[in-house]
């Protein structure tokens, strides 16, 4: 009876540790950049909303290229979201307050992806956001998505800011279609 156990024991082990290597294989980022321009007439302490072009997921392709397919996918979360201020070469972070990053594609509800409060006055001009937990597998599944990022200023800026988004998204799909 003990070695029967003990043998139970290591199938598990071996079954749970393989099944963890092999659901590797399953899961890969997919990235995406886009740009924002935040004119220089924005005022102080009020939310304003930049919408970018819509981004093409290339999905189906990314999926293939990663030996899976859309009906596959489990989950898609959003790892990373980090902000570069690209011009005027002569500014950083510091005139804003705060900043959320919104999500929206046909059919979908906006949800929010990434956000920032109170940010620091000495950021310089790279600034990483939180992501959230959301599932965003709907919304990436799609054609085309946008992002919406949304704004509070705490200083007046007298040039148009040009803003580069670099979002990771994280992509698990099922194991050998199980």
């Given at each position: ?90 500014s950083d972070f510091s005139f804003l307050?705060?900043?959320e990053i919104f999500i929206s594609a046909d059919g979908l509800s ?69």
């Open positions: 009876m003990g070695i029967l156990k003990t043998f139970s024991v290591f199938v598990l082990i071996f079954v749970f540790f393989g099944c963890k290597k092999i659901d590797k294989f399953t899961q890969f980022n997919l990235e995406y950049t886009e740009t924002f321009t935040i004119p220089s007439s924005v005022g102080m302490n009020l939310p304003f909303n930049f919408i970018s072009p819509d981004i093409e997921t290339n999905s189906t392709t990314e999926f293939e290229i990663n030996d899976t397919r859309k009906d596959l996918i489990e989950e898609i979360k959003l790892t990373k979201l980090e902000l570069t201020l690209k011009s005027p070469s002569s307050k705060s900043a906006d949800a929010k992806v990434a956000f920032i409060e109170d940010v620091p006055n000495n950021v310089g001009k790279n600034l990483s956001l939180q992501t959230t937990e959301a599932d965003l597998q709907e919304y990436i599944k799609k054609d085309k998505f946008e992002l919406q990022l949304k704004v509070v200023t705490d200083k007046i800026i007298a040039a148009d800011h040009e803003i580069e988004s670099y979002a990771v998204f994280y992509v698990d799909a099922k194991i050998l279609g199980q």
